[in-house]
C-alpha cells in the first residue's frame, strides 16, 4: 500500500514549472491549471506513482496526484472502478480525506469518508480477480456506491475549483515557480 505519510526519508526532488507555462493554464482554467501540475509530478515520478517513487514528492504533491487519480477513476466508472482498479489502499487507507478537508474541500471530504465506510465493508470482493463480465456485475452488486458516484458528479466541478485555488494560495507547497 503507498502511504502519504510513512517512515521513508524523504528525498524530494525540486519541481519546477515555467511561469509563463503555469500562467498559460490558468488562463485556460483551472482544469489546465491544475493538469500543469499533475504533469509536473507524473514526470517526475516518471509516470507511475509507487513505493519507489513517492519520496520524490511532499505530501501536498502526493495529495495533489490522489485527487487527481480519484478524480479520473469515478468520472470514468464510479467508485467501484477506482476500488476495483487498486486505489482504494491509496484513497482510503491514507489521510487523504483529513488533507481534502484541510485544502477547503468540505462536503468532499465527507464524501470520501462515506467511500471509505463502503470501502472497508466491500473492499475483498471488489479487489479480487475478475473477468469483464464480473467486473461488470460488481456495479449492480454494489448499487450504494451509486449515490456516492452521482454526488461527486454534481459537486465536482466545486471541488475542482476549491483545489485550485488552495493551491495557487500554497503554490510554494506544490511547486517552484521559475521564470
Request: proline share 2%; hydrophobic share 45%; glycine share 6%.
Amino acid at each position: 500500500m503507498l502511504s502519504f505519510f510513512s517512515n521513508t526519508h524523504f528525498i524530494m526532488n525540486k519541481i519546477v514549472v515555467k511561469d509563463k507555462d503555469l500562467a498559460k493554464a490558468a488562463e485556460e482554467g483551472m482544469d489546465a491549471f491544475l493538469q500543469c501540475f499533475i504533469d509536473a509530478y507524473l514526470n517526475a515520478v516518471g509516470g507511475e506513482l509507487n513505493a519507489e517513487t513517492m519520496p520524490l514528492l511532499n505530501g501536498n504533491q502526493i495529495t495533489l496526484l490522489a485527487y487527481h487519480f480519484f478524480r479520473e477513476e469515478v468520472m470514468d466508472g464510479g467508485f467501484v472502478q477506482l476500488i476495483h482498479n487498486g486505489w482504494g489502499p491509496f484513497i482510503f487507507d491514507n489521510p487523504f480525506a483529513k488533507a481534502m478537508r484541510l485544502f477547503g474541500a468540505h462536503d468532499f471530504s465527507k464524501l470520501v469518508y462515506k467511500g471509505k465506510k463502503l470501502y472497508d465493508e466491500h473492499k475483498d470482493e471488489l479487489t479480487k480477480e475478475c473477468s469483464d463480465d464480473e467486473f461488470m456485475a460488481l456495479f449492480e452488486k454494489f448499487e450504494e456506491f451509486d449515490d456516492l458516484d452521482d454526488k461527486f458528479i454534481e459537486m465536482e466541478e466545486e471541488v475542482t475549483a476549491t483545489i485550485a485555488y488552495y493551491v495557487d494560495e500554497h503554490m510554494d507547497d506544490f511547486i517552484t515557480v521559475e521564470k
